[in-house]
């Protein structure tokens, strides 16, 4: 990259690449000065404003890291990356107005695990201990999980990675994407790298499924556990495979394999509970729900399943109390868990409450892009307001 930033020095990419490789090699001042180029170059390049003022962060440059977080949010007031730099900055010099920013990092586009702590570590300073408590837990869950930042330059650099791991790696973030056969062709190519490797059939099982090609996610079901029938990932990706054919029996017991496997594994009694349920065994199903909110109370899709349950019971006080315990940190799926609270509080009569969360529901579901979601939203919102209006007689013409 120094080579290539030599060569053309007005070609933005060489010298964030190589801005990126210095940074993880901790040559830290060279780094600054490769980004500060890169600005010269693109003043509004995000990925490159964030390192940078992070860098300078580390580097104790106060000013100069405050006033590039600020530039980054004049422009994007909702980036989670700028508003915890930004929030920790205030909270420093002692201006509450970092609270508030911190909180919006979390609140943005989902988990994340810094800004949890930092969070926490503000809450406790102001004595508001359970709110401490709460982002702590959620910095346990959460704390290497970042809010998602398009950086096409980075993701370039890490698809020209060929091996085993690079192609695994590569094919996870197609998964995320939705680009199945994407993920299919790369995890194929790993298998190539390395025949041993379990892991890429666990993924290849989910893969399959997701075009439909039954048949060949369960032959690498079979091929996976040849090769370790303790990955429990095999055992519950082959459940929920069975559960898109509504083969509920099958699938029961492939999660009930999984569990064998790790007790622990608490995706398994949430997916069994959901097989249980589909064949009409409701106390079974809500017994495996009610394991996994045990064992962990911020399980978000246990909370859902089993609010859900209480909900079928006409029990909408207990599924309330599901449906509020799983509501942060705001991502795409906090939407959905508004959506069920509204709904309880209407069955109890709560109509302002529930008018109030659905308000609240298309927010985030605005700023987390759930553009499907939002005339669902709509409607029920519409629906309930009409609803609440006192009937008025027509006068006659």
Do not use: C
């Amino acid at each position: 990259y120094q080579r290539a930033r030599l060569l053309n020095p007005e070609e933005l990419r060489w010298a964030y690449l190589h801005a990126l490789v210095l940074a993880k090699l901790g040559e830290r001042d060279q780094a600054i000065a490769a980004l500060r180029q890169v600005l010269v170059l693109n003043s509004a390049d995000v990925p490159a404003g964030l390192k940078l003022a992070e860098l300078l962060d580390d580097a104790g440059q106060d000013d100069e890291s405050r006033k590039l977080y600020d530039g980054l949010l004049s422009h994007h007031p909702d980036l989670p990356q700028a508003l915890y730099g930004l929030g920790k900055h205030f909270l420093k010099q002692g201006d509450n107005t970092g609270l508030e920013l911190l909180e919006g990092a979390v609140n943005r586009k989902g988990p994340y695990g810094a800004a949890h702590y930092a969070l926490a570590e503000a809450y406790r300073h102001r004595g508001e201990t359970a709110k401490a408590d709460k982002q702590l837990e959620l910095f346990e869950k959460f704390r290497t999980t970042v809010p998602l930042l398009t950086d096409t330059l980075a993701t370039e650099m890490h698809n020209l990675n060929e091996s085993k791991q690079g192609l695994i790696n590569r094919g996870q973030r197609m998964i995320v994407q939705g680009r199945a056969r994407k993920a299919i062709e790369d995890l194929e190519l790993a298998l190539t790298r390395d025949s041993s490797a379990a892991g890429p059939h666990s993924l290849l099982i989910v893969t399959y499924g997701m075009i439909g090609k039954f048949e060949e996610a369960e032959s690498h079901y079979y091929q996976g556990v040849a090769l370790d029938p303790e990955l429990v990932q095999l055992h519950n990706n082959f459940g929920t495979l069975r559960l898109k054919q509504a083969r509920y029996d099958e699938a029961a017991q492939a999660f009930r394999d999984a569990l064998a496997v790790d007790p622990d594994y608490l995706d398994a009694y949430v997916n069994l509970g959901a097989a249980l349920e589909t064949t009409g065994k409701r106390s079974e199903a809500m017994k495996q729900y009610k394991i996994a909110v045990e064992r962990d109370p911020l399980h978000r899709a246990a909370g859902f399943h089993l609010g859900n349950a209480y909900m079928k019971m006409s029990n909408p006080h207990r599924a309330a109390e599901q449906f509020l315990r799983i509501l942060e940190p705001h991502d795409r799926k906090t939407p959905e868990y508004l959506q069920s609270l509204a709904l309880a509080y209407a069955e109890m009569g709560k109509y302002n409450d529930a008018e109030e969360t659905l308000k609240r529901a298309i927010s985030v579901a605005s700023n987390t892009g759930r553009k499907d979601l939002l005339p669902k939203l709509q409607a029920g919102l519409q629906l309930l307001q009409r609803a609440k209006k006192p009937s008025v007689a027509e006068t006659p013409q």
